[in-house]
T-cell receptor, first 120, second 114 residues
Framework: AQKVTQAQTEISVVEKEDVTLDCVYETRDTTYYLFWYKQPPSGELVFLIRRNSFDEQNEISGRYSWNFQKSTSSFNFTITASQVVDSAVYFCALSVIMGLGSSNTGKLIFGQGTTLQVKP | KAGVTQTPRYLIKTRGQQVTLSCSPISGHRSVSWYQQTPGQGLQFLFEYFSETQRNKGNFPGRFSGRQFSNSRSEMNVSTLELGDSALYLC?????????????FGEGSRLTVL
């Protein structure tokens, strides 16, 4: 069975602090995808990043960076110099493809989410 | 480019009633997936439709159903509502298969069951 664990339920930081959101996943599949989504108060989830299981390169996008480590089954997300606008719920998600040779069928599992509050 | 539109945004129903929620995906997106978000269970996948066919289904009872029309718009229906069905229902569309691609979400339909 697949599982995503975001152990941090809530994090509170002061603006300009760096913050890391942890994500640990479980799957026996060799091919899978990992995602991070941001959910602001308005409700809609916003895509941040996608990684497939064969690409362990870390990525940086502005103040955001992601650290993917297959050895520890982790896909952590760091916000550098946090801002009030970063306040939101952040979800890590895992998807696996079920059909052989096809990406049409699969499962998408979300973690419980981490609520980040950035105070001015 | 218009985003994913969900209607209604808010609704209140009583136990035993049924409800239909609507989702209009981004133009050109053929995959539409639905999710239930509750404080207790978090964000859970309901089902996915692609070109009017249900391709994937999560672990929800048969009271939860859906369909997709030829213009890719989708509806989900919940029959015989229970208190535990109170949730934010999110719809997402994607250009490619939902398990590999970027999902574009709507703002959700918040259902309250009394």
């Amino acid at each position: 069975a697949q599982k995503v664990t975001q152990a941090q339920t809530e994090i509170s930081v002061v603006e300009k602090e760096d913050v890391t959101l942890d994500c640990v996943y479980e799957t026996r599949d060799t091919t899978y995808y990992l995602f991070w989504y941001k959910q602001p108060p308005s409700g809609e989830l916003v895509f941040l990043i996608r990684r497939n299981s064969f690409d362990e390169q870390n990525e940086i996008s502005g103040r955001y960076s992601w650290n993917f480590q297959k050895s520890t089954s982790s896909f952590n997300f760091t916000i550098t110099a946090s801002q009030v606008v970063d306040s939101a719920v952040y979800f890590c998600a895992l998807s696996v493809i079920m059909g052989l040779g096809s990406s049409n069928t699969g499962k998408l599992i979300f973690g419980q989410g981490t609520t980040l509050q950035v105070k001015p | 480019k218009a985003g994913v539109t969900q209607t209604p945004r808010y609704l209140i129903k009583t136990r035993g009633q049924q409800v239909t929620l609507s989702c209009s995906p981004i133009s050109g997106h053929r995959s539409v997936s639905w999710y239930q978000q509750t404080p207790g269970q978090g964000l859970q996948f309901l089902f996915e439709y692609f070109s009017e066919t249900q391709r994937n289904k999560g672990n929800f009872p048969g009271r939860f159903s859906g369909r997709q029309f030829s213009n890719s718009r989708s509806e989900m229906n919940v029959s015989t509502l229970e208190l535990g069905d109170s949730a934010l229902y999110l719809c997402a569309s994607s250009l490619v298969e939902f398990v590999t691609g970027e999902l574009f979400f709507g703002e959700g339909s918040r259902l309250t069951v009394l």
